[in-house]
Nanobody, 126 residues
Framework: QVQLVESGGGLVQAGDSLRLSCIVS????????MGWFRQAPGKEREFVAV????????YYADSVKGRFTISRDNAKNTVYLQMNSLKPEDTAVYYC???????????????????WGQGTQVTVSS
């Protein structure tokens, strides 16, 4: 069983930065990649970024490319999402998730993630 715990959310102003963390426990060899998704009120949960445990390959949604950076610390079983130049439209609950899939086609899709954290709220005021 894989357990994920996010932290680091909060209330910030437009242009500010935040770093989210996701601690992974019980990780198995079947977990290939870690993704970040977000869900704004009244909207579907959407893909934000993903990173593979081995090799550290990354992929981002167009809406965050150049502003957000995903990284991982294998020794700490932790994945980070550094969010810079935040905008009000980035306001959402952010979730980390674990997937056994590989390839961006599959890793962009939330149905291909088996384990999810409880989420952390990010609110960006204008």
């Amino acid at each position: 069983q894989v357990q994920l715990v996010e932290s680091g959310g909060g209330l910030v102003q437009a242009g500010d930065s935040l770093r989210l963390s996701c601690i992974v426990s019980g990780r198995t060899v079947s977990s290939n990649a870690m993704g970040w998704f977000r869900q704004a009120p009244g909207k579907e949960r959407e893909f934000v970024a993903v990173i593979t445990w081995s090799g550290g390959s990354t992929y981002y949604a167009d809406s965050v490319k150049g502003r957000f950076t995903i990284s991982r610390d294998n020794a700490k079983n932790t994945v980070y999402l550094q969010m810079n130049s935040l905008k009000p439209e980035d306001t959402a609950v952010y979730y980390c998730a674990a997937s056994a899939y590989s390839g961006t086609y599959y890793l962009k899709r939330r149905r291909n993630y088996d384990y999810w954290g409880q989420g952390t709220q990010v609110t960006v005021s204008s």
